[in-house]
């Protein structure tokens, strides 16, 4: 009887591989077998052989340092913008009640399939120097110029990356609101909590998974952003990504770009592997065998939060 279990779950655990298998096997070829071949052509200078030289000429580059400064804080920068802004419209969209409220989370939906060099064409339109905002001021004033010129700067690429990854936060914030009791916050209201209060002991706590999730998601997309940096023309501004492309396409410097992309790589999983391992030390822990007490509702939780 044992020894047909164990036969029988040996099979079970073959089959299950069996299955696994082509997944894998695409996986494989179609994202893991190109980032090997960006690594070993990082060590593959243009002579022959295999050499880790290039590495050390690309970091005492000056651009590159400077490509790696420019990326972690515009990176940081939009992360933060896109948390307070998205949670801010979140709250909005979620709990006050207004005309086109469905419509426009609809919109956030579509929003998200966007390229993001539309925003920028679109702050072109409205701040660029021949933009309506420019246009309007020298309308009114008689004015030469306008005084928005900031869009060529790194304050314009700050400004198009918040506008364009904010839905990203929105989306999981309005999903994580959706699961919020109304009853809960009214009966956090009846005992005499004022709104800031109940955002801050009721909803923020539920929203907190919700904003990890959307946060770590805008924080990998801006370290690897492209086409906002390309198309706003930022003097000066130079990140990894479009480090990269002036390597490659410009300089013809392969094994450097290599390079500049495998760093570009490293940080972006390092800062996903980070964000795991937060998130599950902050996960509740499992629970004991030993009996425990009737737990509380979500809704007693957040009441006595709004109390507290």
């Known amino acids: 009887m044992g ?14 591989w069996v299955l696994a298998l082509p997944p894998v096997l695409v996986l494989g070829l179609v994202f893991l077998y190109p980032l090997a071949l960006v690594v070993q052509q990082s060590v593959s200078p243009d002579g022959g052989g295999h050499s880790v030289a290039a590495y050390g000429q690309v970091f005492a580059e000056s651009a590159f340092r400077g490509a790696l400064r420019n990326t972690v804080l515009i990176a940081v920068g939009a992360t933060v913008g896109a948390l307070l802004l998205g949670f801010a419209l979140a709250l909005v969209v979620a709990f006050v009640p207004f005309p086109g409220g469905k419509a426009l989370s609809r919109f956030i939906d579509v929003f ?4 993001s060099f539309l925003i920028t064409l679109a702050l072109l339109f409205v701040y660029g120097t021949a933009g309506m905002a420019n246009g309007l001021w020298t309308g009114a004033t008689g004015a030469a110029e306008g005084p928005f010129d900031f869009l ?4 314009g690429v ?4 918040v506008t364009y990854f904010t839905p990203f936060v929105m989306r999981p914030l309005l999903a994580a609101f959706s699961q919020v009791e109304t009853a809960q916050l009214e009966a956090a209201a009846s005992l005499g909590a004022k709104a800031p209060r109940i955002v ?7 929203a907190l998974p919700a904003l990890a999730a959307g946060g770590s998601l805008v924080l990998v997309m801006c370290l690897n952003e492209f086409g906002i940096v390309l198309f706003t023309g930022a003097k000066g501004v130079t990140t990894l990504p479009t480090l990269v492309y002036g390597k490659a396409i410009l300089d013809g410097d392969y094994p450097g770009a290599c390079v ?6 490293a940080l972006s999983v390092a800062l996903y592997g980070l964000y795991r391992v937060l998130s599950s030390r902050a996960a509740p822990a499992a629970p004991s ?6 737990s509380r509702s979500p809704r007693t939780d957040g009441v006595r939060r709004a109390r507290a």
């Open 200 to 206: 801050r002991k009721v909803i923020l706590p539920e």
């Open 260 to 265: 500049v992309a495998v760093v570009d790589i």
């Open 152 to 155: 060529h700067t790194p304050w």
């Open 3 to 16: 020894a047909a279990g164990r036969g029988s779950g040996e099979r079970g655990a073959g089959r299950r």
């Open 112 to 115: 998200l399939s966007f390229p």
């Open 158 to 161: 700050l400004l198009a990356e």
């Open 289 to 294: 065998s030993r009996p425990s007490r009737p």
